[in-house]
């Protein structure tokens, strides 16, 4: 799926990203593709896959476009 960030805050390391369809998803700092830190900026653009986590779905295998 495709994505933009809503916020991300890197010290608690979660955020969100609005999706195409303009549903808010959750994303943790671990679901983060590539090396070293990981954290997201306000207003990039990312894909992710959709996957029901422990409080709903969430944001896994999120890659920055």
């Given at each position: 799926m495709n994505g933009t960030v809503?916020?991300?805050?890197?010290?608690?390391?979660y955020g969100f990203i609005?999706?195409?369809?303009?549903?808010d998803v959750f994303?943790?700092?671990s679901a983060i593709q590539g090396d070293?830190?990981?954290?997201?900026?306000e207003?990039?653009?990312v894909t992710y896959d959709l996957v029901e986590g422990n409080r709903?779905?969430?944001a896994a295998n999120v890659e920055k476009c």
């Open positions: 809503k916020w991300f805050n890197a010290e608690k390391g609005t999706g195409e369809d303009g549903s994303v943790h700092f070293g830190f990981k954290s997201l900026e207003g990039q653009a709903g779905m969430q």
